[in-house]
């Protein structure tokens, strides 16, 4: 995902699913990156179990956040999905990235609406866990798009298997990255 914001060259970023917040933590060290805001139905101080440094505990993004010492970090914003209106950040972000639900077919279609409203003209969104083998949603709605959109470019990036874990790559699954046109 850093690889993409890095080619896209935006400065403002928008996720939908924090989890962790490790994605936002990692696209907050690049330099020209300004602004960050993150979505989840989970509130920033609210704990779940996670593991750190692989030991599980009660952690919320409040606890993680604090543990992680770059002054960088002041680029995120951690919002609870219902406090976020997309009006108030209409075409504000170069790339968005969907990373929320992962089960719900209704819910990323609107996810994907709205990263539409918040997206900068010719930005880039991007979908994980196409073909995932345990997941149908993503990669319906990832088609649904393309059959509705014709017009934008899309491309997978096979990134499962080879590169962090020495294993065979994983053929026509991963990430897609939709350059809106
Ligand atoms: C796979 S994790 C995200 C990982 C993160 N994007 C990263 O790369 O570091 C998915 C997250 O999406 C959140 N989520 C689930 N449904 C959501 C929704 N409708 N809107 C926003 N976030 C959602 C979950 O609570 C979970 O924290």
């Not at 030991?55 to 960088?72: C, I, K, Q, R, T």
């Not at 709205?114 to 900068?120: G, I, P």
């Amino acid at each position: 995902m850093n690889a993409i914001l890095r080619m896209s060259d935006t400065k403002n970023f928008f996720e939908i699913g924090t989890g962790r917040g490790k994605q936002v933590m990692h696209a907050c060290m690049i330099p020209e990156m300004e602004e960050i805001v993150t979505l989840d139905v989970y509130n920033f101080n609210e704990k779940r179990r996670t593991p750190v440094n692989g030991v599980y505990g009660n952690y919320s993004n409040l606890d993680l956040y604090n543990m992680f010492n770059h002054s960088e970090k002041e680029k995120i914003k951690y919002m609870h999905v219902d406090s976020f209106d997309s009006v108030d950040y209409k075409k504000r972000f170069g790339v968005v990235f969907i990373d929320g639900d992962h089960h719900n077919e209704n819910v990323i279609y609107n996810d994907f609406l709205m990263s539409m409203e918040v997206l900068k003209p010719q930005g880039y969104i991007v979908f994980d866990d196409y073909n995932h083998p345990n997941l149908t949603a993503p990669k319906n709605v990832v088609n649904r798009v393309k059959e509705e959109y014709p017009e934008f470019e899309y491309t997978l990036i096979e990134h499962r298997g080879h590169i962090f874990n020495h294993q065979p790559k994983h053929v026509n699954e991963g990430m897609v990255i939709i350059k809106v046109k």
